[in-house]
């Protein structure tokens, strides 16, 4: 195993990204193997995560193809990486966990409707489909 320069990230990112596109869940599998032979795992979940930012702007379609469909612990894990960015960003805010926000078992989070405003600020496509599907609105009475 290897670790990775600059170069190769964006070499297996393009990869990445054009094995994405066909949807094909053998050919990606297959490209999975062989990136887990050559680096770290940890190397494999971050191109995936860079690949799926690059759909979410030029290809919505493959993007949500591939969210859903590729691996359902990576789904899991991306859910997870969105909720913990998304509370620390909120309690960077000064937002207070238990009043302004919750969060649910798999991977979600409860938000007041400023909260919930909060979030959607300067967001990247990528995050707004992912923000879309974890956050809950609820209303005080």
Known sequence: MENINVED????????????????LQVIRTFKHEIVTRLEPEYMTNILIAALHHLAEDDPDTFNWALHNYDPEFYIEVRYRTV?????????RGMIPGRDFSSIPLGGLIVT????????????TFSAVLLQEILHTFKRV
């Open 113 to 124: 409707p400023q909260v919930r405003a909060i979030l959607w600020q300067n967001t990247s």
């Open 84 to 92: 913990v960015a998304a509370v620390r960003q909120l309690v960077r």
């Open 9 to 24: 990230f964006e070499l297996y990112l393009n990869w990445a990204v054009s094995i994405l596109k066909t949807q094909d």
